[in-house]
């Protein structure tokens, strides 16, 4: 039976080094669910690795230590074991604010009965920041739902809307101006409420499914 690991590689920078190292990983039947540059420092990068393998992983840590290219790997916990799933929620400071409380309140209860649950905010406002942040949380590791919490959202902000669902990301909207609310999953009017859902929403300790509700405005 194999399990999930989670690897920190320090080696030296260059062409062709990360190809090394992915190379060594396939040779070992590693399956890598999560690659993440972390650092540059001089002539050397740290790279994260998440990956399944069909055994326990030492082999895959001897051979990888004995690459001429590599500094060091270190063992690390799945950054899902520790973090576990994003809630991320963007817009206006005060609104921003609102929803995180109910957010960070709902995560922490699940995350007592041994759920993984984190909560990422980022006060922003203009049109063109927003539709880039919210295109932007389709490539974040780990990231489940959006809330977008302001007072006006519209134009290509509900376009950027319309294409991370379509890749799979929940989206709740403040109940706002402009054509926002009308491209997201729910509409909540509440912004405490709002944070609630979005973890009730993803939480595998919740028996909430958006998929079951018989209307989407709240």
């Known amino acids: 039976m194999g399990e999930r690991i989670a690897l920190l590689v320090r080696a030296r920078s260059g062409t062709g080094v990360l190809a090394q190292l992915t190379g060594t ?4 039947e590693g399956d890598i669910t999560s690659v993440e540059i972390v650092a540059i420092e001089g002539d050397t990068t740290r790279v994260s690795f998440e990956l399944d393998l069909p055994g326990s992983g030492e082999a895959l840590v001897e051979e990888l230590r004995g690459l001429e290219a590599v500094r060091e790997v270190r063992r690390e916990k799945s950054l899902m074991k520790i973090y576990g799933k994003r809630i991320i929620i963007m817009g206006g400071g005060a609104q921003v604010g609102q929803v995180a409380i109910g957010a960070i309140s709902e995560a922490d209860r699940h995350n007592i009965r041994g759920e993984h649950i984190s909560v990422d905010t980022i006060p922003l406002v203009g049109e063109q920041s927003l539709a880039e942040a919210v295109r932007g949380v389709a490539r974040l590791p780990r990231a489940r739902a959006l809330v977008l919490a ?21 989206v709740i909207s403040l109940n706002m101006a402009g054509s926002v609310p009308e491209a997201a999953d729910l509409v909540v009017t509440d912004p405490v409420q709002a944070g609630v859902m979005a973890v009730m929403a993803v939480a595998d300790t919740a028996k909430f499914n958006v998929a079951r509700l018989k209307r989407r405005e709240f």
């Not at 990983?25 to 070992?28: E, K, L, S, V």
């Not at 006006?152 to 809307?161: F, H, K, P, R, S």
């Open 150 to 170: 302001g007072s006006l959202m519209g134009g290509e902000i509900e376009t950027a809307v319309r294409e991370v669902r379509a890749q799979g990301l929940l």
């Open 25 to 28: 990983i396939a040779r070992h």
